[in-house]
């Protein structure tokens, strides 16, 4: 996951149930997400070995309960970086610290790329709309969606230093799944986060989000032309 994202779990393990449980208790709502990258500790190493590389913290929106387990909606928070693990039993403990971006040097040209950035992900928004066949479908794709968070300060009881910068939540905000994405193109966005999630510098982000915006927005612009013709 990355920061602005969203996501509904079903969760059905024990030491999962548990984990959310613990969560609730403490009324936080607040659990880590992370990937266990392979990685290679010497050449005469039979058993694998992972690291935890990428890692975002989350925080509980809503839980419906179902007849087995249930369905957790989900918000990624902000980039940490996991310094120790404490216990593994009933799920992983540790101790986490914040990772945010290097402070911007340029205000000015931070702004403006937000500008560009939030006009782009509304047009993108645009189009997927127009994409959709199903009548119930939202007016507010996943891109949208999340943009809309990161432009308000996070309520959530963690810390101001987990609470990304503005800007940096923004720069997170394009990379979510597209209507009608093929499944090379969703290959391609998993990529892309793991980009995002490894840059420290704010407005280099942001260039990235703008560029994959804009490439979605042909593609979906070029769908939509099929869709049409199809129609007709």
Known sequence: MVPSETKTLHLFEARYLKLLDECLLKKKKLFVHFVLDPIVVSSTSTEPSFAARYACLVVIDKVEQLDVGA????????????????????????????????????????SSKILELKEAIRGLNSLEIKLKAAKDEPLQTQTANSLEWALKEPSVDCGEGFIPSFAERVSFAAFQNV????????LRLQEEKLKAMDVKETIERLEHSLSFVKNCASMTAAKLAIQSLNMQ
């Not at 928070?77 to 120790?84: A, F, N, S, Y």
Request: proline share 6%; net charge negative; glycine share 8%.
């Open 179 to 186: 209507s009608g994405s093929t499944h090379s193109e969703m």
């Open 71 to 110: 369905l957790v909606s989900i918000r990624g928070l902000g980039r940490v970086t996991l310094v120790q693990f404490a216990k593994a039993e009933p799920f992983l403990e540790g101790i986490v610290l914040p990772l945010k971006d290097n402070t911007p040097q340029n205000e000015t040209e931070i």
